[in-house]
């Protein structure tokens, strides 16, 4: 006999079973014993949280010979035939593949036929939104004055692409995600069932990775007892199995980030790829960490919020003394960026380091929180005593080249170097020939301009007058400069200009590309 997914195998059968969405099973199983049932629902939610599966039971339920308490008996005739999917009174058709007029016109003439068992004749289509205009329109008659033995079910993850004359004809019910608790303790009843040994911990991972849907958190489980099939499930398995990260590697990582150490934080991540981490998953957990921190560093009653043990939860009250929250919020705004960039690279890595090296160096971003992060920096340096080289007015007024900062060191301009995003590499080994594709007096501007690293990986041009500003950024230069760029590159690269104050800026805090013209630039896979 072949398996059965688990999902499918202890798919709820009666409305007791139904687990997180309490307020639509009592809704519809008041309608039943009231007899007060209506021709057409609307399920809306996300994934995995049981849209289908009361429709089913709904199907059941109207059409059930001795029902109990608006329950289905799963005993009779009738719910047998659809739990065994053999009735013809039960209709499934996903929208997905079957999205056109004439699909939507079969059913409106087989409407007309009355069930041959049973009371009623259930219409289920799934993902609902994915129906054409034209086949919205040839239901919406139907759907208003359907025969008094059809019920429609509409189910769908995306209620806003649902025609507003649709939505007047149904009943609503918003299906909520499921919480953790929730979820966990369905875990940990199934997998008494299936006699499997598991650590609390393990179960709570999981439940915490189903991201509130039910089905994705039995699909993890089924997934990891399968890779350690016959042993007891831990929680570092489940860690394992699902390419995550636990909570001590992302309290390490925060602590060298608010230090400002940029090699250790390249170390962690080393390690991480190394092991085969998932690395967009550990983008998204340690966002989600530091959405944790902030939490806890602003709310009085964090500990009913975050969901980690007693220790681990006075470690992060301890690593939130490190920075102030309009930092954390700087770090939380700089991974989601990032999370939504990384979806589609092919350079994650890259990406991830940038982004550290961004957290570690404010100095690389020109934003108020970031302002706030490097007057944290330089306050906690002067807390401890760092050395400032007094430089006369005389020999400062002859020096042609600022003394470098700490972000111009050698050591950072290597992570630097690994870290430029690939298209801005190929700017940067082709700067001059660029600059000498250009016409009239702009490649003598552009010379003047530091070419750096902008937010979605665009070319910044940074500027120190408003005479240059104004020189680069129009409409024709900026056009003619993208131009030059992807003729020599053969790609296309987003440039924008900035202005900023060189009494206050020191351009060595600056990643300049064009020092790495000469430079072998190379990265790893």
Known sequence: MSYTALYRKFRPKEFEDVKGQEHIVRTLRNQINAGRIGHAFLFCGTRGTGKTTIAKILAKAVNCEHPVDGS???????????????????????AASNNGVDNIREIVENVQYSPTQGKYKVYIIDEVHMLSTGA???????LEEPPSYVIFILATTEAHKIPITILSRCQRYDFRRITI??????????????????????????AKAGDGSMRDALSLLDRCIAFYLGEELTYEKVLEVLGAVDLETFSQLFRYVAEGNVTGCMEILEELVVRGRELSQVVTDFTWYLRNLLLVSTSEHAQNIVDVSTEQFANMEEECKLVDPETLTRYIRVMSELSNQIRYASQKRVLIEVALIKLCRPAMETNYDSLLDRIRMLEKQLEQGVPVQMVSADTSKQSAAPVKSQAATEENYQALKKAIPEDLQEVAKNWDRICGLLSGSLPATLKMAIPSVGEGNSLLLIVDNEIHKDMLDTEEHLAEIKDAIERQIQREVQVRVQMVDSKTTNPADMLDLSKFTKMAIEFED
């Open 181 to 206: 608790d929730v979820i966990a303790a369905r875990l940990q009843e199934l997998l008494d069932k299936e006699q499997v040994k598991a650590e609390e911990k393990a179960v709570r991972y999981i």
């Open 72 to 94: 289905p008996c799963n005993e009779c005739a009738v719910c047998q035939a659809i739990n065994s999917q053999t009735s013809m009174n039960v209709i499934e058709m996903d």
């Open 136 to 142: 919205f329109n040839a239901l919406l008659k139907t």
